[in-house]
RNA sequence: GCCCCUGUGGCGGAAUCGGUAGACGCGACGGAUUCAAAAUCCGUUUUCUUCGGAAGUGCCCGUUCAAGUCGGGCCAGGGGCACCA
């Protein structure tokens, strides 16, 4: 009997989160605290979590990205902005198809199931998200309106179709993304990837390069890392393009083109060469049985990294020779070679040894001569022959010692010395100058089901023509087998058949879809008003940008360069006028764990591993059989490695708040975090200690109704309670705004410390006072608490009997003057080593300190009866004495 | 090869403007409570120390009254880009 009762009374005197977590949600629910009006006053406020692909279930990488964004939207809610903070679901894409293959399971019904798994298990965090708004990218309503932008960027001349080479893969049937192929094989298939010339849909994103790169300037908001990547994935050059003329005319060509950025070399070619996919090349090939297979050979050798890195510099010589430009007499053999890119510039290139390493190698390996243009300042003897065994490729800033130049050309210092030389080139018609970029048009176009098809038709007679915008949307048809590889929409007996909009007779449609990162570079603004019958209304211009983005470092080019360009063909087409989506973005590190691997080399899951002592002696073992286990790298979790933790074992075991706590301390939030059970133990521990504190208290100060409206003369037990908790306020508010989750976490760890051993029972018994004080310093702190452990903070405030609840709540605030001291303690150092500390009035000056530190013991015995050589004081912070 | 980031106790990290290095958490150790345990509470926890102190933020040098923080040169780890002419 009262074994029993003991246990009924320890229960009762624990924080049962999934009682207390479930109900809490169903009341913000009731209350439709979260759903957002357009048009509700207060400064708008938009946070925004990448939206996640509907894999299966959600890992704790979208726990801690979904953590974060919630704390802003819950902060940013309590201070009285309007926000919108939304979710949806990235839902195309092959792994439903392959999923379709493997199991057999329609796309549609395998990528819906999954939003409804990982649907609740999202709401089970307790997420402030306005689930009204939810769609998903492969909803027809929401592919339809994507169709219509196609339709309005073909309009406005944003879209073009031409030839490109793409990864084929020959096994699966499709276009293979360039992150699809692995060492040359496909991902999926593991078959050789093979180049192939097809024509596809491309949009112009090359059109923006300059605004798209300039404008990174202004957003100061972003990591610089992310800026850095984008700017050298657009990739500006300015450089000279310049016509070299053959010596003899052949197959039509007199001459052709090169790019260069260095133009100061050009006294120093030595050798031309030109891509294999090069026009002349191509029209020699004709003729000539060894290079058409030269070519063939160079370009079947695997474009992988490493291969590249070991691959030989390759030439063909043609036969064929040029003018050397600055030269008179002199002329140049014309190779065709390996190392040429036929994307980049012109494909075609003057080879000049002794400033390029490249160049370098292929001069040694086909004997040509090595010609500096430059050599270092500090070089003594024989300009000519001091880059024989290495190249000499000073940065452009490094001033040189000019050699070998042609009269007329300016000599100046690096940058200025090839500006000089693209205006001498230019004066003398030799050529001109030319920006040049790295980025590529975007193809679009994917060969397969399940993405948004693209709507144009292709008539026999009338050729490519765009769908008319009544007749859309073009829906995917339900009835597909996905038992043969390739696009099941290019094997449907009917859905091809259609009528030309133009001309009215039979014609086909388009069977390409596409690329699933056109589905996620406008969803955010088509959360402004995701039922609208256009694409965008004017809520996307109210709402946006999105304030505050948050997401993974992987998407720092594609997605968020793809989304940029949307925003700025959306304001062409007339659906936008914000030219930048995102002001704000953080990108956050990932959830990594230790791995456990046995003596046979498999993996272990966490869960079946026992790990004894700490440190280098820390030693593991497998749960039930004992066998030792080695304690692996920490690394990023992954099925494969076995070193995952499922979030809805954690929010089971401990409570979504727990969870949410755990991803949120310790670890910088840009930072990766470690998954550990004893932090995750950690975290629950301090859940718990919250409520134990507000219930104790509550029970303590039940009967004191009395004290209300009664002047009492603070303690300074109750002054140094509300000067913490002001403090609190101030640091954490100040930790959130600059998303320092991790700080605001230590400084509310701080603050509870501080209550605590303040609101003992028998201290509060003896001074009535820390009674009323300690009420507000706890309804503040469950202010500060609600952002990150909401449900905790719910029932907090419900045992307290505060009005409504805490999400309905303003930020707590703080007063200035409740942050300044009376007294403060000075370090005093002695030559710039702490020796003795120094307690003042607050408002002392230079004068009442420098005498009072003179007094201390330390200092007397540092002098020595002597003077100090110096004594800096600076006010509120710091004495030194100098001996 | 080019560009970028990061190095602080046993561990994650804090130090926001050049001004007390190690906040806060984890782990560990000691104690209280308990028949016992869990839970909880109270301590200790950078290193060395002759208990007075001394040293200390990857290494070396510099600027300064004062450097984790600024400058120069290294070392180590991580990331991005890459035959880009």
Same mark, same amino acid.
């Given at each position: 009997?009262?074994?029993t009762?003991?246990?009924?009374?320890q229960?009762?005197?624990?924080?049962?989160?999934?009682?207390?977590?479930?109900?809490?949600?169903?009341?913000?629910?009731?209350?439709?605290?979260?759903?957002?009006?357009n048009d509700?006053?207060?400064? %708008?406020?938009?946070?925004?979590?990448?939206?996640?692909?509907?894999?299966?279930?959600?890992?704790?990488?979208?726990?801690?990205?979904?953590?974060?964004? +919630?704390?802003?939207?819950?902060?940013?809610?309590?201070q009285?902005y309007?926000?919108?903070?939304?979710?949806?679901?990235?839902?195309?894409?092959?792994?439903?198809?392959?999923?379709?293959?493997?199991?057999?399971?329609?796309?549609?019904?395998?990528t819906?199931?999954?939003?409804?798994?990982?649907?609740?298990?999202?709401k089970?965090?307790?997420?402030a998200?306005?689930?009204?708004?939810?769609?998903?990218?492969?909803?027809?309503?929401?592919y339809?309106?994507?169709?219509?932008?196609?339709?309005?960027?073909?309009?406005? +001349?944003?879209?073009?179709?031409?030839?490109?080479?793409?990864?084929?893969?020959?096994?699966?049937?499709?276009?293979?993304?360039?992150?699809?192929?692995?060492?040359?094989?496909?991902?999926?298939?593991?078959?050789?990837?093979?180049q192939r010339?097809?024509?596809?849909?491309?949009?112009?994103?090359?059109?923006y390069?300059?605004?798209?790169?300039q404008?990174?300037?202004?957003?100061d908001?972003?990591?610089?890392?992310?800026?850095?990547?984008?700017?050298?994935?657009?990739?500006k050059?300015?450089?000279l393009?310049?016509?070299? #003329?053959?010596?003899?005319?052949? %197959?039509?060509?007199?001459?052709?083109?090169?790019?260069?950025?260095?133009?100061?070399?050009?006294?120093?070619?030595?050798?031309?060469?030109?891509?294999?996919?090069?026009?002349?090349?191509?029209?020699?090939?004709?003729?000539?049985?060894?290079?058409?297979?030269?070519? *063939? #050979?160079?370009?079947k050798?695997?474009?992988?990294?490493?291969?590249?890195?070991?691959?030989?510099?390759?030439?063909?010589?043609?036969?064929?020779s040029?003018?050397? &430009?600055?030269?008179?007499?002199?002329?140049?053999?014309?190779?065709?070679?390996?190392f040429?890119?036929?994307?980049?510039?012109?494909?075609?290139?003057?080879?000049?040894?002794?400033?390029d390493?490249?160049?370098?190698?292929?001069?040694?390996?086909?004997?040509?001569?090595?010609?500096?243009?430059?050599?270092?300042?500090?070089?003594?003897?024989?300009a000519?022959?001091?880059?024989?065994?290495?190249?000499y490729?000073?940065?452009?800033t490094?001033?040189?010692?000019?050699?070998? !130049? =042609?009269?007329?050309?300016?000599?100046?210092?690096?940058?200025?010395?090839? /500006?000089?030389?693209?205006?001498?080139?230019?004066?003398?018609?030799?050529?001109?100058?030319q920006?040049?970029?790295r980025?590529?048009?975007?193809?679009i176009?994917?060969?397969?089901?399940?993405?948004?098809?693209?709507?144009?038709?292709?008539c026999?007679?009338?050729?490519?023509? &765009?769908?008319?915008?009544?007749?859309?949307p073009i829906?995917?048809?339900? /009835?597909v087998?996905?038992?043969?590889?390739?696009?099941?929409?290019d094997?449907?007996p009917?859905?091809?058949?259609?009528?030309? =909009?133009?001309?009215g007779?039979?014609?086909?449609?388009?069977?390409?879809?596409?690329d699933?990162?056109? +589905?996620?570079?406008?969803y955010?603004?088509?959360?402004?008003? =995701?039922?609208?019958?256009e694409?965008?209304t004017?809520?996307?211009?109210?709402?946006?940008?999105?304030?505050?983005?948050?997401?993974?470092?992987?998407?720092?080019?594609?997605?968020?360069?793809?989304?940029?360009?949307?925003?700025?063909?959306?304001?062409?087409?007339?659906?936008?006028?914000?030219?930048?989506p995102?002001a704000?973005?953080f990108?956050q590190?990932? *959830?990594?764990?230790?791995t456990?691997?046995?003596?046979?080399?498999n993996?272990?899951?966490?869960?079946?591993?026992?790990?004894?002592?700490?440190?280098?002696?820390r030693?593991?073992?497998?749960?039930?059989?004992?066998?030792?286990?080695?304690?692996?790298?920490?690394?990023?979790m992954?099925?494969?490695?076995?070193n995952?933790?499922?979030? /809805?074992?954690?929010?089971?075991?401990f409570?979504?708040?727990?969870?949410?706590?755990?991803?949120?301390?310790?670890?910088p939030? #840009?930072?990766d975090?470690?998954?550990? #059970?004893?932090?995750?133990?950690?975290?629950?521990r301090?859940v718990?200690?919250?409520?134990?504190i507000?219930?104790?208290?509550?029970?303590?100060s039940?009967d004191?109704?009395?004290?209300?409206?009664?002047?009492?003369?603070?303690?300074?037990?109750?002054?140094? @309670?509300?000067r913490?908790?002001?403090?609190?306020?101030?640091?954490?508010?100040?930790?959130?705004?600059?998303?320092g989750?991790?700080?605001?976490?230590?400084?509310?760890?701080?603050?509870?410390n501080t209550?605590?051993?303040?609101?003992?029972?028998?201290?509060?018994?003896?001074?009535?006072?820390?009674?009323?004080?300690?009420?507000?310093?706890?309804?503040?702190?469950?202010g500060?608490?609600?952002p990150?452990?909401p449900?905790?903070?719910?029932?907090?405030?419900?045992?307290?009997?505060?009005?409504?609840?805490v999400?309905?709540?303003r930020?707590?605030?703080?007063?200035?003057?409740?942050?300044?001291e009376?007294?403060?303690? @000075?370090? *005093? !150092?002695?030559?710039?080593?702490?020796?003795?500390?120094?307690?003042?009035?607050?408002?002392?000056?230079?004068?009442t300190?420098?005498?009072?530190?003179?007094t201390?013991?330390?200092?007397?015995r540092?002098?020595?009866?002597?003077?100090p050589? %110096?004594?800096?004081?600076? &006010?509120?912070?710091i004495?030194?004495? *100098?001996v």
């Amino acid at each position: 009997m009262s074994d029993t009762a003991t246990e009924t009374h320890q229960n009762a005197a624990r924080y049962d989160h999934q009682a207390t977590e479930q109900k809490w949600r169903a009341a913000w629910d009731e209350h439709k605290l979260f759903e957002t009006d357009n048009d509700a006053p207060g400064e %708008k406020y938009y946070v925004l979590e990448m939206f996640p692909y509907p894999s299966g279930r959600i890992h704790m990488g979208h726990v801690r990205n979904y953590a974060m964004g +919630d704390v802003v939207a819950r902060y940013r809610r309590a201070q009285g902005y309007n926000v919108l903070h939304p979710m949806g679901w990235d839902a195309f894409g092959m792994p439903a198809e392959n999923a379709a293959m493997k199991n057999k399971v329609h796309p549609a019904e395998w990528t819906y199931q999954n939003i409804d798994t990982m649907r609740s298990q999202l709401k089970s965090m307790g997420l402030a998200i306005d689930w009204s708004r939810e769609f998903a990218t492969c909803d027809v309503e929401y592919y339809a309106q994507q169709q219509a932008l196609f339709l309005d960027f073909l309009d406005k +001349d944003l879209v073009t179709r031409k030839s490109a080479k793409v990864n084929w893969d020959p096994v699966d049937m499709t276009v293979l993304a360039n992150e699809q192929v692995i060492d040359g094989k496909g991902w999926r298939s593991g078959a050789e990837v093979e180049q192939r010339e097809l024509t596809q849909w491309f949009f112009k994103i090359t059109d923006y390069a300059e605004d798209l790169l300039q404008s990174l300037d202004g957003l100061d908001r972003w990591p610089e890392k992310v800026r850095t990547m984008q700017a050298n994935w657009i990739g500006k050059s300015r450089g000279l393009q310049m016509r070299f #003329e053959l010596t003899e005319p052949a %197959k039509g060509f007199d001459g052709f083109d090169i790019y260069t950025t260095r133009p100061d070399t050009l006294a120093g070619a030595s050798f031309m060469a030109i891509a294999p996919e090069h026009p002349l090349a191509k029209a020699l090939a004709e003729d000539d049985a060894a290079l058409a297979e030269f070519a *063939v #050979e160079v370009r079947k050798s695997g474009t992988s990294a490493e291969e590249m890195e070991k691959a030989e510099k390759l030439g063909y010589d043609t036969g064929l020779s040029v003018k050397h &430009p600055v030269k008179p007499g002199e002329t140049l053999p014309v190779y065709v070679a390996n190392f040429i890119l036929m994307d980049y510039g012109t494909g075609a290139i003057f080879g000049c040894p002794a400033h390029d390493q490249r160049d370098h190698d292929f001069a040694r390996k086909y004997d040509r001569p090595i010609i500096a243009t430059f050599v270092p300042t500090d070089h003594e003897g024989d300009a000519d022959t001091f880059v024989v065994d290495e190249p000499y490729v000073p940065p452009k800033t490094e001033t040189v010692n000019w050699i070998n !130049q =042609p009269a007329g050309v300016a000599t100046a210092t690096g940058q200025e010395a090839i /500006d000089a030389t693209i205006d001498w080139a230019e004066q003398n018609k030799l050529g001109e100058g030319q920006v040049q970029y790295r980025l590529r048009d975007w193809g679009i176009s994917r060969q397969r089901y399940w993405g948004c098809p693209i709507p144009v038709v292709h008539c026999d007679t009338c050729g490519v023509v &765009p769908e008319k915008k009544e007749n859309l949307p073009i829906v995917l048809p339900d /009835d597909v087998d996905f038992e043969t590889p390739g696009n099941p929409l290019d094997r449907h007996p009917t859905w091809r058949d259609c009528n030309c =909009p133009k001309c009215g007779g039979a014609a086909k449609r388009e069977t390409d879809t596409m690329d699933t990162f056109v +589905d996620s570079s406008w969803y955010f603004a088509r959360f402004t008003d =995701p039922k609208a019958a256009e694409p965008t209304t004017k809520a996307a211009n109210d709402w946006l940008a999105v304030d505050q983005y948050i997401g993974g470092i992987e998407h720092a080019i594609l997605h968020l360069l793809y989304s940029r360009f949307f925003a700025r063909a959306m304001g062409e087409a007339g659906h936008l006028d914000v030219k930048e989506p995102f002001a704000g973005l953080f990108t956050q590190g990932m *959830v990594v764990h230790e791995t456990y691997c046995d003596g046979d080399g498999n993996w272990i899951e966490p869960a079946q591993v026992k790990i004894a002592g700490e440190g280098n002696s820390r030693a593991a073992h497998h749960a039930q059989s004992g066998a030792p286990i080695e304690i692996g790298s920490i690394e990023k979790m992954s099925k494969s490695k076995k070193n995952v933790v499922d979030p /809805d074992d954690i929010i089971e075991r401990f409570g979504a708040d727990t969870a949410r706590w755990f991803m949120l301390s310790d670890s910088p939030p #840009e930072r990766d975090v470690i998954w550990t #059970e004893a932090g995750a133990e950690g975290a629950h521990r301090f859940v718990q200690r919250v409520w134990r504190i507000v219930s104790e208290f509550a029970a303590n100060s039940a009967d004191d109704a009395s004290l209300e409206g009664q002047t009492i003369e603070p303690s300074k037990a109750v002054l140094d @309670l509300r000067r913490a908790t002001h403090k609190a306020i101030a640091g954490v508010t100040d930790d959130i705004e600059k998303l320092g989750f991790n700080r605001a976490v230590a400084k509310i760890y701080e603050l509870v410390n501080t209550l605590s051993s303040a609101l003992k029972a028998d201290a509060m018994a003896k001074d009535a006072g820390l009674k009323v004080e300690g009420r507000a310093s706890l309804v503040s702190l469950l202010g500060l608490i609600a952002p990150f452990m909401p449900h905790l903070a719910e029932e907090c405030w419900a045992l307290l009997n505060e009005p409504q609840m805490v999400a309905q709540t303003r930020w707590p605030v703080y007063d200035p003057d409740l942050l300044k001291e009376d007294e403060i303690t @000075l370090p *005093v !150092q002695i030559n710039g080593k702490k020796r003795a500390d120094l307690t003042v009035a607050a408002d002392a000056d230079k004068a009442t300190i420098e005498a009072a530190t003179l007094t201390l013991d330390a200092v007397q015995r540092a002098l020595d009866g002597g003077q100090p050589k %110096k004594l800096i004081v600076v &006010p509120g912070r710091i004495v030194n004495v *100098v001996v």
